[in-house]
């Protein structure tokens, strides 16, 4: 199979906007937020093209120290952003979050690179850094959904133990609708990716069986720590 990936000029990527502008199109007219979208739209395409430099020179190093504190940036970041639905808690739970995705996602991504694909050195950045990224995204995510329909249940008098039930199986909801409708609805996009690049179709569905099980077992994870650390709040009441 042919193993080059087909460059997009500037003026075909252009393209794509085309339904992006007739949605904001529509978002302005009926006043549902088109500015967001447009802010939204720019961070997007900004904070894509700086990723896109500095990745270059972060692949290009051999230096453990840099990928550690890419890994640290991102778990930092990831926990403050997952606490967004419950924003008036932030300050109060953001160690339980940062505590619950890092535990979990550092472990998972040992597992993954370490085990699963055996990298030598364990640093390899072109490999750690898009892991540590989806790990530590979707466990953001889910976390996120916990934390809101967590402080909701017992916002409406629901004892720890309702909460924590009804919060988990809406945290889950997104990534098991994903696990019943990946390659019969869906193809995710590292396995897209990986096709477009010539990359063996059944190599490719390797690689994404591991990266659905490891989305799932780190965000489910992290959401069940975090929803275990608030008993600690119940008891303290």
Do not use: H
Not at 223 to 228: G, R
């Amino acid at each position: 199979m042919d193993n080059s990936l087909q460059l997009i000029p500037l003026a075909n990527l252009a393209l794509a906007f085309c339904p992006v502008a007739l949605v904001l199109v529509v978002l302005y007219r009926w006043s549902v937020g088109g500015g967001t979208a447009v802010y939204a739209l720019a961070r997007m395409l900004g904070q894509l093209l700086m990723v896109g430099y500095v990745l270059g020179y972060i692949f290009n190093s051999s230096r453990p120290s840099i990928v550690c504190a890419v890994l640290c940036v991102m778990l930092i970041v990831a926990s403050w952003i997952s606490l967004r639905p419950i924003q008036q808690k932030r300050a109060r739970t953001y160690f339980e979050a940062l505590a619950s995705i890092s535990a979990v996602g550092l472990a998972i991504l040992a597992v993954v690179t370490q085990g699963v694909l055996d990298l030598d050195p364990w640093y390899e950045a072109r490999f750690v850094v898009p892991l540590a990224g989806m790990i530590f995204s979707v466990s953001m995510n889910t976390l996120s959904l916990a934390a809101e329909r967590y402080e909701s249940e017992t916002g409406r008098g629901a004892t720890y133990a309702e909460a924590r039930q009804v919060a988990l199986r809406a945290a889950l909801i997104p990534l098991i609708n994903s696990l019943f409708a990946v390659g019969l609805v869906s193809l995710p996009g590292m396995m897209t990716g990986q096709i477009l690049s010539g990359v063996d179709p059944l190599m490719a569905a390797r690689y994404q069986i591991m990266v659905m099980a490891m989305i799932f077992g780190s965000s489910g994870l992290s959401a069940i720590c975090f929803l275990m650390l608030q008993s600690r709040r119940v008891v303290g009441t």
